[in-house]
């Protein structure tokens, strides 16, 4: 079965074609800048590399051009495009209304568009590639695969915000939390490699990328996470500030006279390591700047540290026992330094570091936890495709 995977945003189609049960990855691409000059696709099927510069005015322009190269075999492709047979969404956003995966129906397509106050920036674009895909594969099963869905099993004493309830009752302002498949898929590697059932492992899941976010999982199911309300709340970020003070947007509203749009752009685009450092969101450029003496590229990365530090602390009082800690992401998955610095000290909370291991895990699944460590420390590299291909291969084949 032939599973094209989508993440649609608002300028830009992210797409992986597999083949499942196998779990092949038949090609992968982007299209970029839609709607704006200088749109491209660069695609990947097998061996074959495609680079188009043509402009690109509309998601249904674009889909269909990747569906055109998808199935053009003098690129590589697969050579009928009814050959695609199911197709599984990136839907950042389902509220309430969606505890796991499921297949879009035209009430979940009304649910996924009730959710839209909640993420602006992203559900109208995602419902847009699942509308617009409906379009070009008339019946073809559409799955929809939701990144707050894994931390619907919060309880509510994680999920209500100590302010008044009438505000969860009537606008449903609580913590949501995101990258939710990958927790889930990072959980699922983490107990097979544990040897555990899953419904008695406890894990603390990192997730560090250019986003950052952690979880406390108790049993395989989320209990507690960084992120909230929108994706801004947690751990420090590339550009975004995580934890503050709220009281902050009232201060510099004053203080500044800065509108509620400029404060919102300070603090997602213009905060964490880039507003700190003010050199770079990127990891490894600011490892590369701290070693050649940038002090505030070493501040930056010294309060990113000690903010996951933190929640580790806090997500081991969540659980109790925890079984692994797991770093996934660009920098947990590749940065050896970085998570020395998070773990160092550690050891009363059991969390012992073997730092040659540590410093060879790069970029696959390894532990990196001494062999008397209470807990294990793991790397696992995550694959939020591949499991929207699995959610929607196991939907799409029933
Ligand atoms: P996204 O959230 O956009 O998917 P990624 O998960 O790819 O992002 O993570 C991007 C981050 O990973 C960047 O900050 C990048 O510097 C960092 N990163 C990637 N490789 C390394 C590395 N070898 N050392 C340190 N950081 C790295």
Do not use: W
């Not at 075999?73 to 197709?87: E, L, N, S, T, V």
């Not at 009537?170 to 544990?194: D, P």
């Not at 997602?268 to 969101?281: E, I, R």
């Not at 969390?351 to 540590?358: G, I, Q, R």
């Amino acid at each position: 079965m032939k599973i094209l995977v989508i993440n649609s945003g608002s300028s830009s189609i992210k797409f992986e074609l597999f083949d499942m049960p196998a779990e092949n990855r038949l090609a992968r691409g982007i299209l970029q800048r839609i709607g704006e000059p200088g749109s491209q696709l660069t695609c990947s099927i097998g061996e074959v590399r495609t680079r188009l510069d043509q402009p690109i005015a509309t998601h249904e322009q674009g889909l269909g051009l990747i569906v055109e190269i998808l199935t053009d075999p003098a690129r590589g492709g697969i050579d009928d495009d009814a050959r695609i047979d199911a197709i599984g969404h990136r839907v950042v956003h389902g509220g309430e209304s969606f505890s796991e995966t499921a297949l879009i129906t035209g009430e979940v397509e009304r649910a996924i568009e009730a959710n839209s106050a909640l993420a602006p920036l992203h559900n109208p674009p995602n419902l847009m590639g699942i509308r617009v895909a409906r379009r070009l594969f008339p019946g073809v099963p559409q799955v929809a695969v939701f990144d707050t869905a894994f931390h619907q099993t919060m309880p509510e004493h994680a999920y209500l915000y100590p302010v008044p309830l009438e505000l969860y009752d009537s606008l449903k302002v609580r913590r949501y939390g995101f990258h939710g498949t990958s927790h889930r898929f990072v959980t699922m590697q983490a107990a097979g490699f544990l040897e555990r059932p899953i419904a008695e492992t406890n894990l603390i899941t990192c997730h560090l990328g250019n986003g950052c976010s952690m979880a406390a999982v108790r049993g395989g199911r989320s209990i507690d996470t960084s992120m909230g309300l929108t994706p801004l709340e947690g751990l420090m970020m590339g550009t975004r500030s995580g934890d503050i003070d709220p009281a902050l947007v009232v201060f510099l509203h004053n203080a500044r006279k800065l509108s509620i749009a400029e404060i919102d752009t300070l603090l997602n685009k213009q905060s964490g390591l880039l507003g700190v450092s003010g050199v770079s969101n990127d990891v490894r450029t600011l490892l590369e700047a701290e070693a050649a003496g940038n002090e505030r590229a070493a501040r930056a990365l010294d309060i990113y540290c000690y903010r996951v530090r933190k929640y580790i602390g806090a997500y081991t009082a969540a659980l109790g026992t925890v079984h692994a800690v797991v770093f996934t992401a660009g920098v947990g998955e590749n940065s050896p330094a970085i998570r020395e610095r998070v773990l160092e000290g550690l050891g009363p909370l059991g969390y012992y570091l073997d730092h040659e291991a540590n410093t060879t895990a790069v970029g696959r699944l390894a532990d990196i936890s001494t062999p008397d460590s209470p807990a294990r420390i793991l790397v696992v590299p995550t694959d939020e495709e591949l499991l929207i291909a699995r959610d929607t291969y196991r939907i799409a084949a029933r």
